[in-house]
């Protein structure tokens, strides 16, 4: 598992430059949620908020996301991504899909089904990320 983080990270960086692992998984659960709050982000992904603050921070930034109030209470600001960080997040995400497919070009079939299937297992683990999954 740490070769594999290892390799995730390592990956972020060659997918694009400008953003991380850590930025790239904020953006795609921003754009999943459409939209959410800092502190919504830290409890999601069991974060200190200093921690999401500064990474919040930097993408804001970077013209990436955007704070915009929320409609049913104005004194609470969600982070939404801006055109800049949705353009980028569908570069990155297409750039991950092809070497995906690059990488599993050669595995027979049932090789792809049984990953398939360990990573579905691996992913429902009722444990969530409190053991920093």
Known sequence: ?????????????????????????????????????????????????????????????ADLIERRPDPEDHRVQVLHLTAAGRRILAQVTENRQAAFRERLADWPEEDLTRFAAYLERYNTWPGGTEDGD
């Not at 972020?12 to 904020?26: F, N």
């Not at 459409?34 to 930097?58: I, N, W």
């Open 1 to 61: 598992m740490t070769t594999f983080a290892r390799r995730a990270r390592a990956s972020a960086g060659r997918l694009h430059p400008e953003l991380s692992l850590v930025s790239y998984t904020l953006l795609g659960h921003l754009e999943e949620q459409e939209g959410c709050r800092a502190t919504d982000l830290a409890a999601h992904y069991a974060l200190d908020k200093s921690t999401v603050s500064r990474q919040v921070a930097a993408l804001e930034r």
